[in-house]
Structures are given as structure tokens and as C-alpha cells.
């Protein structure tokens, strides 16, 4: 059973930053392509980016791109989602989820971390 567990979110103003953490001990993390995906309220999930498990690759959704950058440390089993310029829209629960851009539906979500920006 795949555990991930998210950490970092906050009330924060409009234009202000955070930094997300996921972390998990339940599969060969450095095999596998990772995707940050949330869920705003009322809405449903939101792919926000994806990293090759290497971390060479990385891609965004397009309100996101510029603002957000993923990384992640294969040695520690973390990821990493570092968001800045935050606007009211980016209020949200965000999971972590094991799989690719095209891969990450269907798998399983840790319990999110909530974002709350404040205009």
C-alpha cells in the first residue's frame, strides 16, 4: 500500500510563498515519476505539475508555470512543490501522487495538505 503524506500548507496572503513536502517510505520512490495534483473547494482534482523520477523532466500546468517548481530528493523519498506569487485561485488541498503526467489517475492520495490564500 503506497503511504505518502503531505506537509507545509498554510494560510498565507496573496503573493506570498510556501513551500510543500511530501514524503513516503511505501515504494521505490527514485523508480518513479511524481505529480502534485489539488483540489479546490467545490472543485475537482487539478493536475498541477509532474517530475521524471530522475528529475530531469518537469512540467506544469499553464497557471502555474512560472510560479510553482517542483523538485524532489530520491536519497530522502521527498518532493518538493515550491510556490510563490500565490493568488486566491491557488486556494487548495494538494496531494502528492505517485505516476506521471499521464499516469497519475486512479493512484493513491495521502491525506493533502490545505493552501489557503488570502486576497
Known amino acids: 500500500q503506497v503511504q505518502l503524506v503531505e506537509s507545509g500548507g498554510a494560510l498565507v496572503q496573496s503573493g506570498g510563498s510556501l513551500r510543500l513536502s511530501c514524503v513516503t517510505n511505501?515504494?521505490?520512490?527514485?523508480?518513479?515519476?511524481m505529480t502534485w495534483v489539488r483540489q479546490a473547494p467545490g472543485k475537482g482534482l487539478e493536475w498541477v505539475g509532474s517530475?521524471?523520477?530522475?528529475?530531469?523532466?518537469?512540467s506544469y500546468t499553464d497557471s502555474v508555470r512560472g510560479r510553482f517548481t517542483i523538485s524532489r530528493d530520491n536519497t530522502k523519498k521527498e518532493l518538493y512543490l515550491q510556490m510563490s506569487s500565490l493568488k486566491a485561485e491557488d486556494t487548495a488541498v494538494y496531494y502528492c501522487?505517485?505516476?506521471?503526467?499521464?499516469?497519475?489517475?486512479?493512484?493513491?492520495r495521502g491525506p493533502g495538505t490545505l493552501v489557503i490564500v488570502s486576497s
Open positions: 501522487v505517485k505516476g506521471g503526467a499521464n499516469s497519475w489517475r486512479g493512484a493513491a
Open positions: 511505501a515504494f521505490t520512490f527514485s523508480d518513479n515519476s
Open positions: 517530475i521524471h523520477n530522475t528529475g530531469v523532466a518537469i
